[in-house]
Each structure stands twice: as C-alpha cells, then as structure tokens.
C-alpha cells in the first residue's frame, strides 16, 4: 500500500479531519492534502510525530518498503511486536523481547539461543540443528556485529 492510502486510513480511523490532524504534527491542512494525494510525502520528523500518534512504525507509513528482522533474534518484525523506546517511540532494529525502553534482554549469544532453539524445535528439526543453524544466523546480525 502506499503511503497517501495509509495516512488516509489512519486519519479517517482515528476520525481526524485533515485540519485537526494538521494541528496535532505541526503542519498545515494543505500539506496532509498534499501527502494523501501523493503530491508529496512527510519529512522525518514529521513521520516521527505520525509514527507517535497513530501506534505505528515509519516503516509502515511508508508502505513496508523494507522487510525488519529484529537486529539481535532475527524475528520478522511488525508494528505489533517491534520494540519502543523509552519516550514511546518505535525501535525498528528490534523486537519487544529483545529490547525495550532503552535496555537490551541478551547479552550473551548462548542464552538467546536457548531461548529462541526452545520454540523453533520441531518434528523437521532438532534442538541440535536449530542450535547449529542460529549459531551461524546470529553473529551475522547488527546486535552481535557491534559486541565484538
């Protein structure tokens, strides 16, 4: 989807006119206009304040160009489960079990593992194989790369 449809729907749902959305991140009612015919598309503060207002992640108001894995377990990441900040705001680098309001939940590699190897076990693979698989996924990941 792209991102005119989906400011629109998410003003329309949250029952915002233009005018009182315009007020609520700072802009005018034209500039909303402008954004939900596709005429132009919010600066990066302003998708930050979108971001904030309706519980959704920049990377979904921009219509999901990019696919998130979460930078520490390699979860798919979704507006659902991605990790917030301190002040509210969406991490998009990692998931809610991995961090959240500024504090990581692993800080070391074996124990994630364990963790994660409990619920990717199954009859197509064993816990052996799943340990062995993440082994080599995990140091690849963002979170990982900056601890060494």
């Known amino acids: 989807m792209e991102t005119k ?3 629109h729907q998410l003003r329309t749902k949250a029952g915002l006119s233009q005018d009182a959305l315009a007020e609520k991140v700072f802009v005018t009612r034209q500039a909303v206009s402008r954004w939900e015919t596709g005429e132009t ?5 302003t ?5 904030g207002l309706f519980g959704v992640s ?3 108001l ?6 998130l894995i979460c930078q520490c377990c390699g979860m798919p990441l979704e507006d659902g489960i991605m990790s917030h900040e301190k002040d509210g705001s969406y991490n998009e680098d990692y998931c809610q079990w991995c961090y959240s309001e500024g504090k990581f939940a692993y800080t070391d590699l074996d124990s994630l593992i364990d963790v994660c190897a ?5 009859p197509e693979h064993s816990e052996d194989e799943v340990k062995t698989y993440l082994r080599g996924v ?3 990941l963002k979170y990982w790369k900056d601890r060494k």
């Open 5 to 7: 449809t989906i400011l």
């Open 62 to 67: 921009l219509g999901s160009p990019r696919k």
């Open 138 to 140: 995990l140091p690849e």
């Open 41 to 45: 598309v919010p600066n990066t503060e």
């Open 118 to 122: 409990q619920h990717m076990v199954s």
């Open 58 to 60: 920049i990377n979904t």
């Open 47 to 51: 998708l930050k304040l979108l971001s």
